[in-house]
């Protein structure tokens, strides 16, 4: 399976926030950008696994400042690293005025999704990825320890594996 650069499924989303994504004080409901962000990344995820995806987990959310109805918000979706059948997308929310202006970075988060094969049951192994700018490589370092936080998280590691966790924190 060839390997992958990130720039072959980086996506970008674009949205403008409506009176009917907001919540009752005006501003956009922190559900419908989560929504938001899910697509963007499982869309980022498809491209690159070439493959039906879905959401294993996301990591923290956090909401830094408001949106208010009328902005218009981008989101930014790139894989920071590929594992066996699953990837991690990176996505980030970059929210401005209707004009362009006031553009500030609202919130972001890690996704992780999982490749599945056509009848949309089991996973599939996914193509790897080459990272190639500096801030790519970072990424794709840090990955191995949050998908091993994440894994000890959901029970799914013992904390004792966690090797990579294990080094860094020895080191920090
Ligand atoms: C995600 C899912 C396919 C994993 O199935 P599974 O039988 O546990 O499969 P596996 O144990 O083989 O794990 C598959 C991959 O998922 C990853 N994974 C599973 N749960 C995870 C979690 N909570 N966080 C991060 N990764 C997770 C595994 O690490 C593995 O990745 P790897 O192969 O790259 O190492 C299954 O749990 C599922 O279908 N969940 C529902 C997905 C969904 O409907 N999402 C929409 C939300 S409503």
Same mark, same amino acid.
């Given at each position: 399976?060839?390997?992958?650069?990130? /720039? %072959?499924?980086?996506?970008?989303?674009?949205?403008?926030?409506?009176?009917? =994504? &907001?919540?009752?004080?005006?501003?956009?409901?922190?559900?419908?950008?989560?929504?938001?962000?899910?697509?963007?990344?499982?869309?980022?995820?498809?491209?690159?696994?070439?493959?039906? !995806? !879905?959401?294993?987990? !996301?990591?923290? $959310?956090?909401?830094?400042?408001?949106?208010? /109805? #009328? %902005?218009?918000?981008?989101? %930014?979706?790139?894989?920071?690293?590929?594992?066996?059948?699953? $990837?991690? @997308?990176? @996505?980030? /929310?970059?929210?401005?005025? @209707? *004009? #362009?202006?006031?553009?500030?970075?609202?919130?972001?988060?890690?996704?992780?999704?999982?490749?599945? =094969?056509?009848?949309?049951?089991?996973?599939? *192994? /996914?193509?790897?990825?080459?990272?190639?700018?500096?801030?790519?490589?970072?990424?794709?370092?840090? &990955?191995?320890?949050?998908?091993?936080?994440?894994? $000890?998280?959901?029970?799914?590691?013992?904390?004792?594996?966690?090797?990579?966790?294990?080094?860094?924190? &020895?080191?920090?």
């Amino acid at each position: 399976m060839k390997e992958k650069k990130v /720039v %072959d499924s980086k996506t970008i989303m674009t949205e403008m926030i409506m009176p009917n =994504d &907001a919540n009752p004080i005006g501003n956009l409901m922190g559900g419908n950008l989560m929504r938001w962000m899910d697509i963007a990344g499982g869309i980022c995820a498809g491209k690159h696994c070439e493959a039906h !995806v !879905v959401t294993a987990s !996301v990591d923290h $959310v956090s909401f830094q400042n408001p949106i208010h /109805v #009328g %902005d218009v918000i981008t989101l %930014d979706a790139t894989v920071t690293r590929a594992f066996n059948t699953s $990837v991690e @997308v990176y @996505v980030e /929310v970059f929210a401005a005025d @209707v *004009k #362009g202006h006031k553009s500030r970075r609202s919130n972001h988060a890690y996704f992780t999704f999982v490749a599945l =094969d056509d009848e949309k049951k089991k996973p599939i *192994k /996914v193509p790897a990825l080459l990272p190639l700018t500096r801030e790519e490589q970072t990424l794709y370092e840090s &990955a191995a320890r949050r998908r091993e936080l994440r894994l $000890v998280l959901s029970g799914r590691m013992k904390p004792e594996n966690a090797s990579k966790l294990k080094t860094f924190f &020895a080191e920090h």
